[in-house]
């Protein structure tokens, strides 16, 4: 049975950084894409960023360029969300994804499997 489980996130100041682990498993996602998605209550879940299956592409939405870094690691089923300069607006329940990746923007379009969700409150 496959398991996403994330790590990381809590409540930090504005201008603050956060780390978010997502370890998974149940079998190994080295040949699928890794991604993070946010939601606030009332609203959608929304894309984040995501990665290739060999960590050499990477896809960001426009709101967390060069703020958010994505990474991977296959050895350990991990994909980390290295999140920088925090603002209010970021503060949602992030969920992990893991799905087949698509080769274009936005990489993850349509997850196979989710995680239970980390809470990042930050605050101003």
């Known amino acids: 049975q496959v398991h996403l489980v994330e790590s990381g996130g809590g409540l930090v100041q504005a201008g603050g950084s956060l780390t978010l682990s997502c370890a998974a498993s149940?079998?190994?996602?080295?040949?699928?894409?890794m991604g993070w998605f946010r939601q606030t209550p009332g609203t959608e879940r929304e894309f984040v960023a995501s990665?290739?299956?060999?960590?050499?592409?990477?896809y960001y939405a426009d709101s967390v360029k060069a703020r958010f870094t994505i990474s991977r690691d296959n050895a350990k089923n991990t994909v980390y969300l290295q999140i920088n300069s925090l603002k209010p607006e970021d503060t949602a329940v992030y969920y992990c994804?893991?799905?087949?990746?698509?080769?274009?923007?936005?990489?993850?379009?349509?997850?196979?499997?989710w995680g239970q969700g980390t809470q990042v409150t930050v605050s101003s």
């Open positions: 994804a893991v799905g087949s990746y698509t080769g274009t923007f936005p990489g993850l379009s349509h997850p196979d499997y």
């Open positions: 149940g079998r190994s996602f080295s040949w699928h894409a």
């Open positions: 990665i290739s299956p060999s960590g050499g592409r990477r």
